[in-house]
């Protein structure tokens, strides 16, 4: 079992930062990856930025240069910092982990859990 918590997120003007922060607890040596995710109102769920457990980043091209995905293994936690912010990256913003199925190795069938959401608002 794994439990993520987010938080982090608020109110900023465009052009602020903010940091995100998802802390896991539970079996954290079991992760293979995590990823974050936003969801704005009345649109579909968006990858934003993904971390494997041998330290491969992704971010997705609508926030490069922006923001940056790290994470602290002594704390169990992961990060996203946001730099620049606009508008449209407002939303609520999920963190996942994924750890192996226990009786199946193969990557497809990974376990995911998900937080809760922290809100992110970035006014014009």
């Known amino acids: 079992q794994l439990q993520l918590e987010e938080s982090g997120g608020g109110l900023v003007q465009a052009g602020g930062s903010l940091r995100l922060s998802c802390a896991a607890s539970?079996?954290?040596?079991?992760?293979?990856?995590q990823v974050w995710y936003r969801q704005a109102a009345g649109k579909q769920r968006e990858l934003v930025a993904s971390?494997?457990?041998?330290?491969?980043?992704h971010l997705v091209d609508f926030v490069k240069g922006r923001f940056t995905v790290s994470r602290d293994n002594a704390a169990s936690t992961l990060y996203l910092q946001m730099n620049s912010l606009k508008p449209e990256d407002t939303g609520n913003y999920y963190c996942?982990?994924?750890?192996?199925?226990?009786?199946?190795?193969?990557?497809?069938?990974?376990?995911?859990?998900w937080g809760r959401g922290t809100q992110v608002i970035v006014s014009s």
């Open positions: 996942t982990a994924d750890i192996p199925h226990p009786k199946n190795p193969l990557p497809e069938s990974r376990l995911r859990y």
């Open positions: 539970g079996s954290i040596s079991e992760i293979v990856a």
């Open positions: 971390l494997t457990k041998d330290g491969t980043t």
